[in-house]
């Protein structure tokens, strides 16, 4: 089955059990807290901590996501993408445990015929609070799910929050087992034993109680909420891998056209190298992120969102020269994933000339830039190396420095190509000389403002501009895990 059919087959799904189909909303958060969409429920976070009443009492969605947390995971799991689509169903003071459970299962396990996904139910395992009875109940009593395949954690692992006192509660995870072949058992009832074999594909969160003041987990349950929320999320990716036979979210239909193009442009077989392998599956994920943020008005920046955007596109076109390709490529890979994505976003087509303008001319750029540093890292490696005498080679800060003050390398690209050749940088003291050097900025730009006093406002944005670009927001948002 497609992933566009996937996707439209749980809209359906939920459309006709009552829920309202809400489309989905931009990559850039609706949530000012949250630099981009990072799961379904952030366009409900109002609806989900009670500040205001949800229109519908369910919906369901399927929303665009990126999460940059996950960057490094890109390629070498199976099932994280920068970008990612998250299906979903929520109730607002509806239907709550049962309701949600008796969905999930339905809709897992009945056949593709009868609209379901045709899993296999006693291939599912379910991750659980030790606390939550009445969950293990109905997925013992109701269901008929066998308690071997139920896994009861304590509150720090399948808990969630918001960081602060107000909702919380117990999630639900339902898991995939793909067979021993994937890696050892669930002993003990661990369904995160290593290995590949067990794959979580939804997480239920069920918005039961208020907390109250304590850090980390450590807080009393003070009550039951009176209105409460059903949230839930499935990776759209992670269903489609597993429903079309592949062994990762980057071989679906939506992603593994810019793998095969790789290899036309490349002449290198998706296969045949476990490194290059890694290679292609990063420059697949990324080009389809680059593709979905600039369609969403991101530009390429090197502060926040754009500096995210620029990132991945910058990944893809290293990936691209580790793998031998010394040229443009997006021009050949960019199209394929736009046709590969067209079906569920059609605006990709018909936008594709601004978007293709902003990736190509980002792509030009970062070539020239690698052109022009490329020879002058190189250098300060072979010194850093000849130098080290039998100790770790250390890259000196001051040529980090160098290296991104006259040449544009990023900090993050000068760390990757100092360590695939084995020398580690030393980024202390490239993060002080870059504070120095903000330092004499922002007294400049002080000083130049003769007679305007209000500095404080322009400190504050200037500090919030300075603010480390990787997002943490989610953790603290939700502390799913
Ligand atoms: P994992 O433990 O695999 O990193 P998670 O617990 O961080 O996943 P949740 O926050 O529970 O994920 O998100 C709900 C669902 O979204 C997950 O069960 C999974 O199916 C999907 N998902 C999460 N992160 C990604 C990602 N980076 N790429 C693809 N799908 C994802
Ligand atoms: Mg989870
Ligand atoms: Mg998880
Ligand atoms: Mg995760």
Redesign the pocket.
């Known amino acids: 089955m497609r992933t566009a059919e996937i996707r439209q087959r749980w809209l359906d799904y939920f459309s006709e059990r009552g829920h309202h189909v809400a489309p989905s909303t931009s990559l850039i958060s609706p949530d000012p807290s949250l630099l981009f969409t990072v799961?379904g429920m952030v366009p409900f976070i109002p609806y989900i901590i009670g500040t205001e009443q949800s229109p519908h009492p369910r919906i369901a969605s399927v929303q665009k996501?990126i999460?940059t947390n996950?960057i490094e995971?890109v390629g070498k799991t199976t099932?994280?993408?920068?970008f990612?689509q998250?299906n979903g169903n929520f109730s607002f003071g509806d239907y709550f445990k049962e309701g949600a459970i008796d969905f999930a299962w339905e809709l897992l396990t009945n056949s593709q015929v009868d609209g379901g996904y045709g899993f296999d139910g006693d291939k599912l395992w379910v991750t659980l609070w030790d606390q939550d009875t009445e969950s293990f109940d109905v997925l013992t009593r109701k269901i008929g799910m066998d308690p071997a395949h139920i896994v009861r954690l304590p509150r720090e692992e399948n808990f969630w929050d918001t960081g602060q006192p107000g909702p919380a509660g117990p999630?639900a995870?339902f898991h995939v087992d793909r067979g021993p072949e994937y890696g050892p058992e669930a002993v003990g009832g661990n369904v995160d034993p290593g290995g590949d074999r067990y794959l979580?594909?939804?997480?239920l969160v069920f918005d039961q109680y208020l907390r109250g003041e304590g850090k980390g987990k450590d807080y009393p349950l003070i009550r039951e909420l009176d209105q409460k929320a059903i949230d839930t999320?499935?990776?759209l990716?992670?269903l489609a891998f597993l429903m079309q036979g592949k062994q990762n979210?980057y071989e679906i239909d939506e992603v593994y056209p810019v793998i095969a193009a790789t290899e036309q442009i490349t002449g290198k077989r998706y296969g045949a190298d476990t490194d290059d392998d890694v290679r292609m599956r990063v420059i697949a994920d990324h080009v389809r992120s680059s593709l979905m943020l600039i369609s969403d008005g991101v530009r390429p920046s090197n502060e926040g969102r754009g500096y995210v955007l620029r990132r991945v596109v910058r990944r893809a076109v290293r990936s691209l020269r580790l793998l031998g390709v010394q040229e443009t490529a997006l021009p050949e890979l960019l199209p394929v994933s736009m046709e590969a994505m067209k079906a569920s976003y059609p605006i990709l087509e018909t936008e594709f000339d601004r978007i293709s303008q902003v990736a190509y001319g980002e792509e030009d750029a970062f070539l020239r830039t690698l052109a022009s540093g490329t020879t002058i890292l190189d250098t300060a490696v072979a010194r850093a190396k000849s130098s080290a005498g039998g100790a770790t080679p250390v890259l000196g800060g001051e040529q980090a420095f160098a290296l991104h003050d006259t040449y544009g390398f990023p900090i993050d690209l000068t760390l990757e190509m100092a360590s695939e050749q084995g020398v580690q940088v030393d980024e202390a003291a490239f993060r002080s000389l870059m504070a120095e050097q903000k330092a004499r900025a922002r007294a400049d730009a002080v000083a130049k403002k003769t007679g305007h006093t209000d500095t404080a406002a322009y400190e504050s944005v200037r500090t919030s501009l300075d603010a480390p670009v990787e997002f943490l927001g989610?953790t603290d948002l939700?502390s799913?895990?």
């Open positions: 799961a996501c999460r996950d995971n099932r994280h993408g920068t990612f998250m999630c995870e979580e594909v939804w997480n999320g499935a990776g990716e992670r979210m989610y939700t799913r895990s």
